[in-house]
Each structure stands twice: as structure tokens, then as C-alpha cells.
């Protein structure tokens, strides 16, 4: 989870990408 701060701004963008990252 590397995208926490970046998902703050774009968390529904970064939603999908974090979930790659699981």
C-alpha cells in the first residue's frame, strides 16, 4: 500500500491500483 498518500487525492483512481498491489 505504497499508494496511501496518492489515494487521498485520487482515491477512486487509486482504489483499483491499490488493489493490485494486495
Known amino acids: 500500500m505504497k499508494h496511501i498518500t ?9 482504489n483499483l491500483d491499490s488493489n493490485k498491489d494486495l
Open 6 to 14: 496518492i489515494a487521498r487525492s485520487t482515491e477512486k483512481k487509486d
